[in-house]
């Protein structure tokens, strides 16, 4: 799917989590039982990117130098599209709003004032 530059990754993520939804539903999964399904897909992801890591620096003595740096970017992308429809099946519509004011306090709490997202220059 080749997607226009001007394409919110938001209206993607949300087309993405409402087919996951339906796909689930279908199979008789209730809304909680599929976040925690969400959420499981999710530590996955993160453990192919743990797996990839060890691939680059070749510490598994069976696999020897199994994957690249490429191979890691893209297993944490995908950690990265996963967190986000993990958001927008369980907000509703409200994952975008929810992710920048989470974003707005990590901000806050670990850059200086003036780096700060959201915040304007010189202020």
């Not at 796909?23 to 996955?44: I, Y």
């Not at 599209?81 to 709003?97: C, F, K, N, Q, Y």
């Amino acid at each position: 799917m080749e997607m226009d530059a001007d394409t919110d990754p938001w209206e993607t993520v949300g087309r993405l989590a409402a087919r996951f939804s339906a796909w689930d539903t279908e199979r008789g999964m209730g809304p909680e039982e599929q976040w925690a399904l969400q959420v499981l897909k999710l530590a996955e992801e993160a453990g192919e990117a743990a797996q990839a890591v060890i691939g680059v620096r070749g510490s598994n003595p069976r696999k020897g130098h199994s994957h690249s740096w490429d191979d890691v970017r893209d297993e944490v992308a995908d950690c990265v599209i996963t967190g986000m429809v993990a958001l927008a099946r369980m907000l509703d519509g409200e994952a975008r709003p929810y992710f920048d004011a989470v974003l707005a306090r990590k901000a806050a709490k670990f850059l200086p004032e003036s780096e700060s997202v959201g915040e304007p220059e010189g202020s």
